[in-house]
């Protein structure tokens, strides 16, 4: 069958690929700033077998996820935009889904950004030492009260938070058959479910050169949106803006886990995200 091979090692986690009788299954170490995730996993798998990886074992206790192999990540396709419109409205049936769970996944340990929290975990981030310009630190603190509003308005909108990935990219959508599944639940948090699409759009507009202006953004969001029903646009676009934020904040837990050593590298990519929240909101 074949020698187990690591296949990702990162402070966070570490993957193995493992040779089985009729395939390949995968073995997820988690970290402790992601135990919550070979639980998180398992539920979810449970519940939407063909969205999400089937889950073969899980130790809650020591963090460890076996995965059946999902297939592909659509980047390997070229990342096309159809997969994109499908794969959309079947995320956001299933953050509908959650949102019945969202107080049994936080006794779990998934991490609870959930809107109203946002303000004072801005000012969190403020007190923190970052690596960013004198400059960019002021129109941070500058910010501070017109992000309160923000989150306020946000909250106000009344769509039931839940279960938000916070990593869904085309490497963490897998296609196999028919069937397209979410695998990578890491760095997901108890939040607004709108939020998600921070990180997919950015990584669409890195890889398509398009603007987020352009029509495909409005058409990946509609049919993102579509489960929830009408008229919600305006509660997308706003949640964009505090979402951007809210992905900052979520860098801090990763960081604040790694060793010294680690954070020079890890501030390379934090200080983009941080730069882009900036971007969004100023």
């Known amino acids: 069958m ?26 997820k170490a988690c970290a402790p700033v992601q135990a919550f995730e ?6 979810l798998s449970a519940r939407y077998p063909d969205r999400v990886a089937e889950v073969l074992g899980y130790d809650e206790e020591r963090a460890w996820l076996l995965l059946g192999d999902a297939g592909t990540p659509i980047g390997a396709f070229g990342n096309p935009p159809g997969t994109w419109l499908m794969v959309l409205p079947l995320y956001a ?4 889904g959650e949102a019945a769970h969202t107080q049994d996944h936080l006794a779990h340990g998934v991490p609870d950004l959930r809107v109203a929290t946002l303000p004072a975990r801005y000012d969190d981030l403020l007190g923190r030492e970052l690596p960013l310009e004198r400059e960019e630190i002021d129109r941070l603190r500058a910010f501070a009260p017109r992000f309160a509003e923000l989150s306020d308005e946000l909250v106000a909108r009344d769509v039931s938070e839940t279960v938000q990935h916070d990593d869904l990219h ?8 028919e069937h397209l599944r979410v695998l990578d639940w890491g ?4 939040s607004h479910p709108f939020v998600s699409l921070v990180v ?11 603007p ?6 409005a058409r990946l969001r509609d049919a993102y949106l579509e489960p929830y029903g009408r008229g919600l646009e305006g509660a997308f676009a706003l949640a964009m803006r505090v979402g951007a934020v809210a992905h900052a904040i979520a860098w801090l837990r990763q960081r604040d886990h790694l060793p010294a050593m680690e954070r020079t590298e890890f501030d390379q990519w934090f200080r983009i995200v941080v730069r882009r929240a900036i971007a969004q909101i100023t």
């Open 93 to 96: 049936e299933m953050q509908r």
């Open 200 to 210: 997919t759009f950015r990584f669409l507009e890195e890889v398509t050169k398009l």
């Open 2 to 27: 074949g020698p187990i091979e690591t296949a990702h090692d990162r402070p966070w986690a570490t993957v193995l690929r493992v040779p089985v009788a009729d395939g390949i299954a995968w073995f």
């Open 170 to 177: 085309m490497s963490n959508v897998y296609a196999q058959g």
């Open 187 to 190: 760095d997901s948090s108890i």
């Open 38 to 43: 070979p639980r998180l996993t398992a539920e």
């Open 212 to 217: 987020l202006g352009d029509p495909w953004f």
